[in-house]
């Protein structure tokens, strides 16, 4: 890698020597680099310092390739690799790399006439971010960027650009994860003093559960109390203003629940504290009836439960550094950026004690059954809405929960299963050799009992067909009349997709039906329809054509020697007498007539120890239809498939249902076509 850095740096024009070299070859060298200086175990092979890179080495390669990676950060076919390069070139000397890329950020930013500028250098300071925050001995000053850098990306932000708002997002969660940020107490007033949108409550929401995360104990000794204390208030005036029984509920409630319900993802230990404050709140608002704020009263019980009764880690920071420290001893700047010595994590993880079970155990007791029993004693008297709110919650519970609970196969827990049920066949029919097996066990039947349970036997498929046929018939009317809605069209298809049979002759007018629903006007319809045709063309194919021959037969006709193990000897593994089965040495029939009388194997273990006498195996062909053996199912089909109208507008259908460009292979429309195209060439 040396001689290459060489001889790159030492070409008159290296830009004819770049474009031969590969991308990845700067991740190459990049790593080769790390691994001459880094301490490895004594297996790996260390070169000798006269074959090792040199810091001349590489400042010369870090010079030659730059100029070049800077260039293609606005070519927007290549834009992605210069990103990467920059980011392994700013691993080897950011000081050459960090300061260029800012300079050409602050520059873009008053390019008016170039705005894709901005975006495409975003880009490429999200992947060298880490250089920008850290601190080595070599380069220390890209942190004096980091403030510029946060307050001048901020215009990025444009709604009206979303590829612009996108990069600048992603700009700013990486340098935020690098970084250590403060909380102030200012977040407090906040929280307490806007009830936002519901789509901006889930970023909020975020941000309550990595301050959660971050240090539980100051969050919930913050928050926890005024918002607690924020719910009773409203709650006080709930029986006078009817707001449990309220539909529309309440705004400012629904966002003290939301933010009641992140903070109860702190750490089982933490929240003993709030004990009785957490169960008061939970007293008065399980029976709020809005949707909204149910399901945030359900949510703050599963987040409870899981906080109290699960193993999870306390801490997920990635460096052992306690930022709690006075800034004399450890100041937080030291550590931006910082790469984790996974070696010395020192995790701890958080196991439930005595006191968080019993606090898990007693909000169990105490709200679970008591749903329960509502459930069994007013059910029926219960609305839908409150049905909803109780089961809500009790699924909720459940989940958090479960750790608690004993697993399955627990011996703890006995076998509640009482009876088992299977799925009756639409015609019932037993193999031979289940019938001889019962011979041997039973006692002889007269002639008599075997005629009446024959006779037994072919009423009830009669009759299991029968209904099988009026409930075809049924459903087929439903969609022949105008008087369904699509998504009842839809039901309705689709239970009579899945009741096709291959025993049983499918209705004529559900074929129809079927067909007309390839063209209808709603593109969900046309899908069922399309599974349901190809499903028919599968289950009205002729059946395949098997011949049984014994071995030797089938290895002289492919000009084979004699089998040397038949029957009773094994011997695995590879030899002279099964390598025609392999695709080694197949060679291509010519003829219709050799295709068909090749001898494909579907049995792949056919050979391989012994060989059976008698090989069963189908014919690479099938009967074919004609205009007087042909099926009216069939006829249906191939009138349909033959019809160029038809066949147009079902394309044209199909092509409209693919987005802008990006027309997809579909195998469903795929099977249709090729089995409806067998059907029309069997005339032939």
């Not at 899981?306 to 006075?326: C, G, I, R």
């Not at 209705?507 to 209808?520: A, Q, T, Y």
């Amino acid at each position: 890698w040396a001689q290459l850095i060489h001889d790159l740096h030492n070409k008159t024009s290296a830009l004819v020597a770049l474009p031969n070299c590969r991308m990845d070859a700067i991740g190459i060298i990049y790593r080769e680099f790390r691994s001459e200086r880094k301490v490895r175990p004594f297996w790996f092979f260390i070169p000798h310092e006269t074959y090792r890179l040199t810091e001349q080495d590489t400042i010369d390669f870090v010079n030659c390739i730059k100029e070049y990676a800077f260039i293609s950060i606005f070519n927007k076919d290549h834009n992605k690799e210069a990103a990467e390069a920059c980011q392994y070139l700013s691993m080897l000397l950011p000081e050459l790399i960090v300061p260029s890329l800012v300079e050409q950020l602050f520059s873009s930013l008053d390019n008016m006439t170039e705005p894709h500028r901005f975006t495409s250098i975003i880009i490429c300071l999200t992947r060298v971010a880490r250089q920008i925050v850290r601190q080595t001995p070599s380069y220390s000053e890209g942190q004096i960027y980091v403030l510029p850098l946060l307050m001048s990306v901020l215009p990025g932000i444009d709604l009206n650009d979303f590829q612009k708002i996108t990069v600048t997002l992603e700009f700013l969660d990486t340098i935020l994860k690098l970084i250590t940020c403060i909380i102030r107490e200012k977040i407090s007033d906040f929280l307490s003093g806007s009830f936002l949108s519901p789509k901006v409550r889930k970023l909020v929401a975020g941000l309550i559960r990595a301050l959660v995360k971050g240090n539980p104990i100051e969050t919930l000794k913050y928050f926890l109390p005024k918002t607690c204390e924020s719910i009773e208030n409203i709650m006080d005036h709930a029986d006078s203003s009817g707001l449990l029984i309220d539909h529309k509920g309440d705004i400012e409630l629904n966002w003290y629940l939301i933010l009641f319900a992140e903070f109860l993802r702190a750490r089982g230990d933490t929240l003993l504290i709030y004990k009785q404050m957490i169960m008061s709140i939970f007293h008065r608002c399980i029976y709020l009836i809005h949707k909204d704020s149910y399901e945030a009263v359900a949510s703050a019980a599963k987040h409870l439960l899981k906080s109290l009764s699960h193993v999870y880690p306390m801490e997920y920071q990635l460096t052992v550094e306690n930022f709690d420290e006075p800034f004399v001893n450890f100041l937080p700047i030291r550590a931006w950026g910082q790469a984790a010595d996974f070696d010395n994590l020192q995790i701890q993880f958080h196991i439930p004690n005595e006191n968080e079970i019993d606090f898990a155990c007693e909000f169990v007791e105490t709200f679970l059954y008591l749903e329960l029993r509502l459930l069994n004693e007013k059910c029926l008297k219960m609305s839908n809405n409150e049905r909803l709110r109780s089961l809500t919650f009790i699924h909720h519970i459940a989940i958090g929960c479960f750790r608690m609970v004993p697993h399955v196969d627990s011996e703890k827990l006995p076998n509640l299963i009482g009876k088992t049920f299977t799925t009756q066949a639409l015609i019932e029919n037993v193999n031979e050799k289940s019938i001889h097996a019962a011979a041997t066990l039973w006692q002889p039947l007269a002639l008599s009992e075997i005629e009446t349970g024959q006779q037994i036997h072919d009423e009830r498929n009669r009759a299991n067909v029968q209904s099988y046929n009026n409930l075809m018939e049924s459903l087929n009317l439903l969609l022949r009349k105008n008087t369904l809605t699509w998504k009842q069209q839809k039901i309705a298809i689709s239970l009579l997709y899945l009741l096709l049979q291959n025993r049983v002759p499918i209705p004529s007018s559900c074929i129809r039906i079927f067909m007309d629903f390839l063209v209808h006007d709603n593109i969900e319809l046309r899908k069922h329809a399309e599974k349901s045709i190809t499903a028919i063309c599968r289950l009205q194919k002729p059946p395949r054509i098997c011949m049984e021959k014994p071995i030797d037969e089938i290895l002289q006709n492919i000009g084979q020697s004699a089998p040397t193990l038949v029957g009773g000897d094994h011997q695995p593994g590879d030899r002279h007498d099964n390598v025609w089965v392999t695709i080694d040495g197949y060679k291509q029939p010519e003829t219709q007539t050799d295709w068909e009388q090749t001898c494909f194997l579907d049995k792949s273990f056919y050979g391989y120890y012994t060989w059976p006498n008698i090989i069963k195996y189908s014919m690479n062909k099938r009967e074919r239809y004609t205009a007087n053996n042909m099926p009216e199912q069939v006829a249906i089909l191939y009138e349909r498939f033959i019809d160029k109208n038809f066949i147009q507008r079902s394309i044209q259908l199909m092509v409209f249902d693919e987005e802008k460009n990006e027309i997809k292979f579909d195998k469903t429309r795929f099977l249709m076509f090729k089995v409806g195209k067998d059907k029309k060439s069997s005339l032939h």
